[in-house]
């Protein structure tokens, strides 16, 4: 999951990260070429699915398309990475704060049984 992939030359990192849609509940994949963002998923609420988006290099236009699997519980994606239709990585992506994940849980689990209690004290 940590290998370093490259692409012309160029470093490309990816990764993943929980964001705010849907109490946490999906998370964003980005691509870096260099540093520099090239795609982004935005936090599709979605188990499985494509993105594609175009990007400059070298004074070209490129196409760069992920495809991503089920996460699971082992907080990491299995992924697949095409640029202009060549293959450039099959890995896993990790989530870098799946802890957050966690924290929802356990507030929701809280705010049920909160909602439980109260129910049950209006019953006695």
């Given at each position: ?7 012309q ?8 990260r ?34 594609a ?49 966690l ?22």
């Open positions: 999951m940590n290998e370093i992939i490259k692409w030359g160029r470093v490309v990192d990816v990764q993943a929980l964001v705010p849609r849907y109490l946490w509940n999906t998370a964003s994949i980005e691509v870096f070429l260099d540093g520099q963002p090239i795609l982004r998923t935005g936090g599709q609420f979605k188990f499985t699915g494509s993105y988006t175009t990007f400059e290099h070298s004074g070209s236009t490129h196409t760069t398309e992920l495809t991503w699997g089920f996460c699971g519980l082992s907080f990491s994606f299995p992924y697949q990475l095409r640029i202009d239709g060549t293959p450039v990585a099959a890995s896993r992506v990790r989530i870098r704060n799946w802890p957050v994940a924290v929802v849980m356990a507030a929701g689990v809280a705010v049920l049984l909160l909602i439980l209690h109260f129910i049950r004290a209006a019953h006695a």
